[in-house]
């Protein structure tokens, strides 16, 4: 059978859909898709996997994809991240039989992303980009698919756009903002990109940003054009986003709950994650809840502050308090699923004065990094904990000790290792080649040579043995 390409395969196999859960690292897994499935989302992607371990490690493949089919679960298109088209096309074959088509993260702005060389940070490597969507394209039986951040000129995002359509991108998701745009400075999204990106290309276009509400995502289409919009930070605040409707949080709370353990195992933290996010606006009242939502071990004891939150949210309402919650900065009172919509970033000091514009811009940055001497205040709540344990500790980036990377997968290596690997490869070679790592502490040689010892030493026992047996009854003949 054909496989089918750009509009082709929105109508038929994606089924024409509009409503579309982004791809969230440890957030949009399995129990969060099925949930949103429910509540009127029509496509899902799975969480960014890395190209690279889903090749090598098969646990990994099973713990993020293999053990998470379900028919209720589709269309699912699975994402990687990747920078190597060998490697992207490698992990793609493992995965295109358990999905509807593989995407390519070309969006992720976070300084993990720039560190690992994927994401948002490959915009600029056009030549390489072309190289890895056309070698999938050619190779694999599902089409593929790339999600982009725009560039700040409109007619090269445009550009950039074309040139991943011409490699063989099937399906475009284009977020409206820049790779720079992001937490406290994420600001709003441009809409206008996407509008022009869907005029220039010849494929379904879904455009990502500025969604809170179903009246955002019809205003989007209007707008921009495009096939579909996807939610990320919406729909995790609420997961009835596309259903048009805010319900009690409670409701959405013990229903994911319910999947969840309905489709184990699920990940602790993934779920912990996720009440943290739809219970936000109510844990700023009930701090002391908060600080037992992050510390209970168990999905049971999770279930429990979720339902010690819906006994006090129920009780103010019994108490009349809704009325009085509206008069604040929320839309409706913080026990309904609302999104949570981050503060503008501050303008330029009007009066031009440089010097204070600077410490206000320096106060905004999310993880500020400050020489030894600076305020503790400026420091992230980590880094200031951190900072607590070790009162010497400098954070400062020229100070940070530079690691040899891996030969094999690009990870620190260890100081010491005989191979010169991470600890995960040298792992694997040592135990190919019955070889020890004392820094790693592998001890694959050693073991092999005492259970040789003790084989042997159990060999000459029994021949020792023979050889008695075989005296003593010469003897007895000879009586």
Request: glycine share 6%; proline share 5%; with cysteine.
């Amino acid at each position: 059978m054909a496989k089918l390409q750009g509009f082709e395969f929105w109508r038929k196999t994606l089924k024409e859909a509009r409503f579309v859960v982004a791809p969230m690292v440890d957030q949009s897994e399995l129990a969060w898709r099925l949930l949103s499935r429910r509540h009127g989302a029509q496509l899902c992607y799975t969480p960014m996997l890395h190209a690279q371990v889903f090749v090598r490690d098969a646990n990994y493949r099973r713990e993020n994809l293999y053990n998470e089919v379900c028919e209720e679960d589709r269309p699912l298109i699975t994402q990687f991240c990747a920078n190597d088209p060998e490697v992207f096309l490698q992990a793609s074959l493992l995965a295109q039989d358990y999905c509807d088509a593989i995407d390519l993260n070309l969006g992720c702005p976070q300084m993990i992303a720039k560190r690992g060389h994927y994401g948002a940070f490959l915009q600029d490597e056009w030549e390489l980009l072309e190289k890895m969507v056309r070698l999938a394209h050619e190779k694999l039986s599902v089409p593929i698919t790339c999600k982009i951040r725009v560039f700040k000129e409109l007619e090269r995002t445009v550009r950039y756009a074309q040139m991943l359509e011409k490699a063989g991108c099937q399906l475009l998701t284009v977020h409206g903002r820049t790779k720079e745009q992001k937490g406290a400075s994420t600001g709003i999204a441009n809409w206008e990109h996407i509008m022009a990106v869907r005029k220039a290309v010849n494929i379904p276009v879904f455009a990502n940003g500025n969604i809170h509400h179903l009246s955002d995502v019809e205003r989007c289409i209007q707008e921009t054009g495009v096939q579909g919009v996807m939610s990320a930070e919406g729909n995790l605040h609420n997961p009835a986003l596309f259903e048009g409707c805010s319900p009690p949080i409670w409701e959405m709370a013990e229903e994911y709950l319910d999947v969840v353990k309905e489709h184990p195992p699920c990940t602790l933290s993934y779920v912990r994650a996720h009440l943290f996010k739809l219970w936000h606006h109510t844990l700023q009242i009930h701090q002391d809840l908060r600080e037992e939502l992050a510390k209970v071990k168990t999905i049971e004891g999770l279930a429990g502050v979720s339902k010690q939150l819906r006994l006090r949210c129920q009780e103010e309402i019994a108490q009349g308090k809704d009325a009085e919650e509206k008069d604040g900065s929320l839309p409706f009172p913080h026990w309904i699923c609302q999104p949570y919509v981050r503060p503008a970033p501050k303008d330029p000091d009007v009066n031009g004065d440089s010097k204070s514009s600077e410490v206000k811009k320096a106060g905004c940055q999310k993880r500020a990094l400050e020489d030894f001497d600076a305020v503790a205040d400026t420091l992230s709540k980590n880094k200031q904990k951190k900072r607590s344990r070790n009162p010497h500790k400098n954070f400062c980036p020229e100070h940070k000790p530079k690691y040899i990377k891996c030969e094999q997968c690009g990870n620190p290596k260890g100081n010491k290792c005989v191979f010169n690997l991470c600890r995960g490869c040298c792992k694997k070679k040592a135990f190919k080649e019955v070889a020890d790592c004392p820094s790693h502490g592998l001890r694959f040689k050693t073991r092999a040579e005492k259970k040789q010892a003790e084989e042997k030493e159990k060999k000459g026992s029994a021949a020792e043995t023979g050889t008695s047996t075989a005296l003593q009854s010469e003897a007895r003949l000879l009586l």
